[in-house]
Each structure stands twice: as C-alpha cells, then as structure tokens.
C-alpha cells in the first residue's frame, strides 16, 4: 500500500512538473523604451499619427489573452524634459503605467535630475515597479512567471546564473553589443531597429521612440532561462486601436492641469516686437491674400480643434512670437498674432519697415524648427514651399 501510494505521488509530480526535465517555455517579452514625456501622438499629421498610453493599455486589454504569459517592461527615458509641463507628464505617465501594470520600469541616470524629488515618491505611491541605481529603488528585479525566474536589472555586473536575464540601459546599440553575459539587453537610446540584433547569445533591443510602436520579443526557454528560439514583432499603435477610457481620462486630467498653468502662471512678456499681418498689409495686399488661402493663415484654428490651444508646446508652432517679447499669449491678449504669419518666415516686420533691405529670405532651417519628422514626418522642402509660395 504504500509502495502504491508513494509511486502515485511520484506520478503526480511527474505530470505537473514537466519542464523540469526538459520541456520549453514561452514568455513574451512587451517592452517600451524613449518615450520623452510622449503620452499621445500629437495630431499634427496623420502620417505621424501613432502612438499614446490610451491606445496601448486599450491594445493590452483587447489581445491580453493572446499575449499571456506575458512580462511589460521600460527600459527607462520616459520621462520629458524638466519644466513645469515636464513634472505634469511625468504625474500623467506613471499613472498610466500603474493602471498598464508594468512589470518593471528603468529610472536611468540621465532622469536623476528630477527623479529624486518629483518622480520617486510618485513611483512609489502609484505601485509601479522600478530599477534604479538611485536611494529610492533596488538596481534589480526578479519576476516569477509561472516556473521561469526573470532577473530585470539596470546593473550590467548583476548577470546570475539559473535565470532568464534581462539588462535595462540608456546606452546606445554599439556599446551594449559590448556588454557580454546578458540574454536580452532592451536599450532606450530613441534609435529605431527593425530586427533584434544578435551578439553571441545576447539579444539587443532598443525601444521605439515616443512609443509609437511597441516591441514583443517572443522566447522559447528552459526553466533556467537558456533561450532556445525567438521571435519579434512590431505592433505600431494607429488610431483603429479602442483607447482604455481609465488612461483617457488621466490625459484629459493632464490636459486640463496644463490650460490651468497656462492660465495661472505664464504672463505675456512686455513689447512690441511682432506688428503682425496687419502691419504688412499696406505695401504687400496681392500677397497677404494669398497667403489666405493657405494652412499657415488658419493654423490657431487647427489647435482649437483638437482641444490644444491651451497646450504651450503646441501653441509655439501655431501663432507668431509665443514665449517671446511683444509675441503671441493668448487669443484674449493678443489675437492679431495667432496663427503662421508673414513674421514667422520672414523674419520681425519692423526691422524690415526701417531698412527694406532686412527680410530674411525663407530657407528649410525656418520650416524645420516646427516641420519635425515626428510632427510633419512627410516635409519635403521645396514641395511645401510650393503650397505658400506668393502669387
């Protein structure tokens, strides 16, 4: 009798415990890296229309089963660059993070700046699961999914033996080819890749910039963590994808925070530098009309749209002199200074009425300060000059 029963529990342990002799594991690796503050695509241009929080927590949700077992990882520089707004994003974006349930979030060296004071204790109270080589968190983590160890660290030393290994690094592509040991390493450097590259046994990743895609590396492994096989993928994240309504609202809440410092705490700076179209139209009518007719003449109505005219980083691109003496503030303030005017690209009208000779002729290092590749990703020069030549 006990000869039966001992050999019955040892069945048992057979049968539920396969994978130690042997059988292989999937995990799936969904990792973000260099989203800069990034919490949504900013609308400037379908073309660029990608990306955003809301669409990746809603993509999560819908295909979560299709995913599991799965493990969500940044590899840090999500934060933006420190200012007001900057602290505003960062309260928006680890609060997504809470409610997208990362596993492990890098704070890197380069966001020390502010991640002592500001970003820690918000880390910390919305539960979000960090490595830091700061006070406030450990450089490792050890994640259980199902029988698989998984050690996330910022550390490049701390590579133990028995787990699957994962190193979270700003450095860039070349120099962590050169970091031996690790099985992944993921990279928030903001350059692109299309495919892993390989470097022995290490796989090398680097997160998509501004999150408009996000990565799944697919593996194959034993239980202690040798990678047999893989797979990636990009998902990029359109506007098809349903939005989760929970981190909507935390953008909307951001949205809100930000027209409210707009409001409360930046103050129109004294001049009169910028005359505005009015101050060109006498000599330049047959001009000034045509300029009418074009996207530059409309674009304050464009951020009016979209819910951004309280947006300082949008207004900028929309109107003449934001931020600057004598320039645009606000439609109550100044509305003879919104939308792209003559000053925008020829530069102050009232260097110009003193000595005719001072226009600044329009060249692509005017339009580039707002046609970026994230915001006009289809600019070509001389094809857009065209769409506002004067007639």
């Keep these: 009798m006990k000869f039966v029963l ?15 002799y042997g059988e292989e594991l999937k995990i799936n690796i969904i990792y973000t890296g260099a989203l800069e503050g990034e919490l949504e695509p900013c609308g400037c241009s379908p073309q660029s229309d990608f990306g955003g929080l809301a669409r990746f927590s809603g993509f999560l949700n ?25 602290r505003l994003k960062a309260d928006a974006m680890i609060k997504s993070f809470a409610i997208l349930k990362y596993d492990a979030v890098a704070l890197l060296p380069d966001e020390d700046a502010v991640a002592d004071d500001f970003v820690n204790p918000l880390l910390k109270k919305q539960s979000v699961p960090t490595v830091s080589f700061g006070p406030y968190a450990k450089e490792t983590a050890v994640i259980k999914k199902d029988l698989l160890d998984i050690n996330v660290s910022v550390d490049p030393e701390d590579c133990p033996d028995g787990k699957l290994n994962i190193l979270l690094t700003n450095h860039p592509v070349s120099a962590a080819s050169g970091i031996p040991g690790w099985d992944v390493i993921i990279s928030s ?4 890749m299309e495919e892993p590259l390989q470097v022995d046994n290490t796989l090398i ?24 096989s893989s797979r990636h993928e990009w998902v990029p994240l359109g506007n098809e994808i349903d939005e989760d309504k929970r981190v909507r ?67 900028i691109c929309h109107v003449i002199g934001f931020g600057e003496k ?18 925008a690209c ?19 290092s005017v339009c580039l300060k ?11 020069y001389q094809k857009y000059v065209d769409k506002i030549k004067h007639e």
């Design 205 to 228: 990743l680097s997160g998509y910039p501004k999150g408009e895609k996000f990565g799944v590396l697919t593996l194959k492994v034993n239980q202690t963590g040798e990678v047999l």
């Design 370 to 380: 707002c046609h970026t590749r994230a915001n006009s990703p289809e600019f070509e």
């Design 249 to 315: 609202k935390i953008l909307d809440d951001y949205d809100v925070k930000v027209a409210r410092f707009y409001k409360e705490s930046l103050k129109p700076l004294p001049g009169t530098t910028y005359l505005g179209v009015s101050g060109c139209v006498e000599c330049h009518q047959p001009f000034i009309e045509s300029w009418e007719k074009t996207r530059h003449a409309h674009a304050y109505e464009s951020l009016e749209e979209v819910g951004k005219e309280s947006d300082p980083e949008c207004i």
């Design 62 to 86: 819908d295909h979560s089963d299709s995913l599991l077992p799965y493990i969500l990882i940044d590899a840090g520089n999500f934060l933006a660059a420190e200012s007001p707004q900057g």
């Design 346 to 364: 020829h530069g102050l009208n009232r260097e110009h009425i003193e000595d005719f000779s001072k226009m600044r002729p329009i060249s692509e």
């Design 189 to 192: 450097s903001g350059e692109t």
């Design 6 to 20: 001992l050999f019955t529990l040892l069945t048992i342990i057979l049968i539920s415990a396969p994978s130690i």
């Design 326 to 343: 004598g320039g645009f503030f606000s439609m109550e303030a100044t509305p003879e200074l919104a939308n792209v005017q003559c000053e």
